[in-house]
């Protein structure tokens, strides 16, 4: 569970008048409670008192939810005469000292909350920490935080509360947080709350916090959970112990995803290594019981907390058929694999696991299921409900002596191009494993495709396909109205029919290449013919680096 406190000394290279400081760390993600998601930018004492209370009640404590946070709200619109942020005292009558007091008594964790802006989150008036980052941190310590989640809101202006400009997405801000709780006079875990903003997160934010936003705010819909997971799987490599990708706050709970889709969603929190933090009243009168079942489930929280902190990562997907593969390892020589059907209906999937996972065989344990599967070898099938994700820990794992082997490697820029596809040579580091990238493979009046030629195979039929991209599409404004940040290519061979993936994120820029895993058919012995295309009209491709045959 993550209550025990580590220090690491971290070195945020790269950044500019950075200087090497003491991290306080987690040794898994923090799992708890926060105000924000049931109760908006509305918190007031006796809602967290009574929440805190509530998770002690209900044994979630126990569980590891032990982190309480007080989310935006809770400060009044003045500092006072010696610059001090304030407790609303309408709200908080008692004040920050004696809330933080009232959660530690119950054995809790105590969250405090700021933000890197002018002024706080959802208000036009309470003041941000900009300019005053020493002084809050020596008030949170003060207070007896042990945890800060800082925001971005009013990140550029004092009148434009979000903003999505490469501006409200540098590291400054947050360094020198950072900064200012390393010389503070308590341990402070912290927390970045950027949305995804910028760029090359993943290298700073890890370096100077426990935890950092991948994606803008989750909405109340199943849509976010795709949009979501779509973003978090480039973080895999920067995840470890002590660095963790946040997906934002648990939705369990709050009547909006079915229980299928509540299921889905924590498990996916918590295979990604995300901090598992829940904003459903912790009540049996407000929140249901089956949801609180959900959030209590041992086995998922396990995975979640495990001692690698090793993010699983997405092994194969099949867009059209609309399920995906993800895999991860865990302590014991042990693996996590979640097969996840986007589908709205049920679907039958078969994984051959020496080909997707290398394995010959295992001992599979179904979470969910709460049952052992004995050993399964050879290929692997089950039926997914609509919106499933199903989990399975494999042990006693004998590995595959015939994974597939690369045959060949195609690089983008030595294709034929046409419409207004257009080449890039990138710069040192960039655009791996070539250098060099094509991008503005479009659809419409300038309807671009990449063409190779002579792609070998020595035998006919499906071959896993690596492709090289990069996306970096990320949606920020348009995740307010269910935006997505996948970009579509279809694939032919030979002049079969098309078929079409759905790219996720592929990391920090647009220069920062992803490989997705995927099965392709309709190749021959001999030389092949294959065309990479925009799926849908009026967007783009993501840019395309290169692909790799295996056999």
Known sequence: MATQLTHLLLAASGLAGTAVAATVRTSSPLMGWNSYNYYDCSPSETIMQTNAQGLVS???????????????????????????????????PSGGKALGDYIHNLGLKFGVYSGGGYYQCGSTNQPGSLNHEQTDANSFASWGADSLKYDNCYSVSNTTMADYSSAAGTSTRFQTMASALNAAARDIVFQVCQWGVGEDIGTWASAIADSWRVSNDIQRNWKSIWRITNEVIPYYKHTKVGAYPDMDMLIVGLKTL?????????????????????????????????????????????????????????????????????????????????????KNSSSTVSVNLASVLGISSATARNVWGASNLGTISGTYTTTLAGHQLQLLVLSNIVKSSTTPKSVGYYTATGATLSGAATKTTCGSG?????????????????????????????????????????????????????????????????????????????????????????????FQAGDNTVVFRAATTGTYAPDLVGFEVFE
């Open 430 to 522: 960039q655009c791996l494993p070539s250098g060099t990238k094509v991008g503005y493979i479009g659809t419409g009046s300038s309807a671009a495709a990449v063409t190779f030629s002579g792609v070998k195979a020595t035998t006919s039929g499906t071959k896993l396909v690596g492709v090289d991209f990069i996306n970096y599409d990320v949606a920020l404004d348009s995740a307010w109205s269910d935006g997505t940040n996948s970009r579509n290519m279809t694939i032919s061979v030979n002049g079969g029919t098309a078929k079409r993936w759905a790219f996720p994120i592929s990391g920090g820029n647009w220069y920062e290449t992803g490989r997705l895993q995927i099965e392709v058919g309709g």
């Open 258 to 342: 079915s229980y299928e889709e509540e299921r889905f969603h924590f498990g996916m929190w918590a295979i990604s290594k995300s901090p598992l933090i829940f904003g459903a009243p912790a009540s049996t009168s407000l929140t249901p019981s089956q949801s609180l079942q959900i959030l209590s489930n041992t086995e998922v929280i396990a995975l979640n907390q495990d001692s690698l902190g090793e993010q699983a990562r997405l092994v194969r997907r099949y867009t059209e058929e609309e399920w995906d593969v993800f895999a991860g390892n865990l302590s014991g020589s042990r693996l996590i694999v979640g097969l996840a059907n986007w």
């Open 58 to 92: 209900l044994g979630l404590d126990k569980l590891g939810y032990k982190w309480v946070t007080t989310d935006c709200g809770w400060n009044a619109n003045y500092r006072d005469s010696s610059g001090q942020l304030v407790w609303n005292p309408s709200l908080f």
